[in-house]
């Protein structure tokens, strides 16, 4: 028996450093396709596009694949819908607004407001873009350039690149991060990144660096590292290249009478703000629309259905949606810069309890859905808008209360 023990023993110490050799050397396989996929693969491209032979070695010298980054597919694995809840919306949306992290926004925000005035005058000035939603955005990205880039760029936007769900993409913002290097716009020391890529106090990807990085300080160079003019303005110019309309709000929180319906929400399905009006929704806390707001078009949006408040939201909404695609980034930024502008009032409308759902989950429930012939906007396990709003018309066909929101139920009848 005891040599029985022993035995076992033994047999465990070995399995256990089979195991142990195992990862390291998977990761070492990994490394060496990486290795030759960026002289076969990479090379070639970035030298066609000027990269010269120096910039590139420098770029990938000491670099691997970091396996531990999210959305990585490995050689030979197939993509897979995470169970983690990183996303807001798999649970309250009305957690992404903890008074801990809108109030660092709006505090920090309004204090660099006086500091910054003349220079967030000018940007106004030139972009039309409001001091607060500039200001939000600093803060929301970088708490206002105090975040620590803990990733280089390279390794990150490289193992993407080789590995993501999204490679034509990153590929993209790889290359572009090469010609940042290439035209001395950064050296290669700075060019630290989020887990995701971005770079800088804006948070930008590469390609967004190029086409919207500005030189507001007149120095000669777009320094969206160390710049607060350079970082403020590159914002405003990132915005409106996108669309912002000079002039017109970002919404409005509005109060929903129960006889309208939560499906009619979304950019696709716009009226005049009149014409809500007349629907019987109004302004939360009884403010009238303002008068040039009221003949241009909103767009009713719920990003927790009937369990949270409700918004009338202008084109600009959407527009704070391409700097991250987002429904609750978007309504954080604009109602983070209502409050540096005017005080921290908080939502009139009260964020409800939802079911906590995995994205696996939401997947589910919306390929049931498109069975029926639903548009849910893709079976990505991310509840948009069109995801909200198809629910909410199946609740109605099927006798339900219209939340037009994911919960346990909708989950289980659509398996």
Known sequence: MKRLSSLLSILAALAAALFAFAIPA?????????????????????????????TFDAAFSGVSPNLKLPDLVLPGEKPKTPKTQHQAEFGSPGNYFAEKTLGA????????????????????????????????????????????MPYDAFEVLGT??????????????????????????????????SWAGALGQPQFLPTSF???????????????????????????????HYGWVKGRDWGFEVTLPGNVSCALEGPD???????????????????PFP????????????PAGRN????????????????????????????????????????TGAWGKVDGLYRSDVASMQRGLEKLGY??????????????????????????AATCFPDKAIVEAMR
């Not at 399905?269 to 403010?287: F, N, P």
């Not at 949270?308 to 429904?327: H, M, R």
């Not at 990505?380 to 099927?398: E, M, V, Y």
């Open 26 to 54: 998977s990761a070492a396989k990994i490394d060496d396709q990486f290795q030759v996929w960026l002289i076969k693969d990479l090379w070639p491209e970035a030298k066609a596009k000027g990269i010269s032979k120096a």
């Open 105 to 148: 926004v709006t505090a920090g925000g309004r204090s660099r407001a006086g500091a910054n005035a003349k220079t967030l005058a000018a940007i106004e000035k030139r972009f039309g873009v409001p001091a607060g939603v500039v200001l939000a955005i600093w803060g929301r990205e970088s708490g206002f350039g105090a975040a620590k």
């Open 160 to 193: 993407k690149a080789f590995l993501a769900t999204r490679k034509d993409m990153f590929r993209k913002e790889l290359l572009a991060g090469l010609e940042m290097v290439e035209r001395g716009l950064v050296s290669r020391k700075a060019m630290r990144s």
């Open 210 to 240: 190029l086409e919207h990085a500005v030189d507001f300080d007149g120095d000669g160079r777009a320094d969206i590292w160390n710049s607060t003019p350079d970082t403020l303005a590159s914002i405003a110019n990132y915005l409106v």
């Open 269 to 287: 399905r716009g009226k005049k703000i009149a014409d809500w009006t007349a629907l019987g929704i109004t302004r939360a806390g009884g403010k």
């Open 291 to 302: 008068q040039n707001e009221a003949r241009a078009e909103g767009f009713l949006m719920m």
């Open 308 to 347: 949270g408040p409700a918004f009338i939201v202008t084109p600009n909404f959407y527009v704070l949606k391409e700097y991250n695609e987002s429904d609750v980034y978007a309504l954080f930024i604009g109602h983070g810069a209502d409050r540096i502008a005017s005080g921290d009032k908080r939502f």
């Open 375 to 400: 548009d849910v906007g893709g079976a990505d396990g991310l509840p948009g808008f069109k995801t909200r709003r198809s629910i909410g018309d199946w609740q109605a066909k099927n006798g339900q």
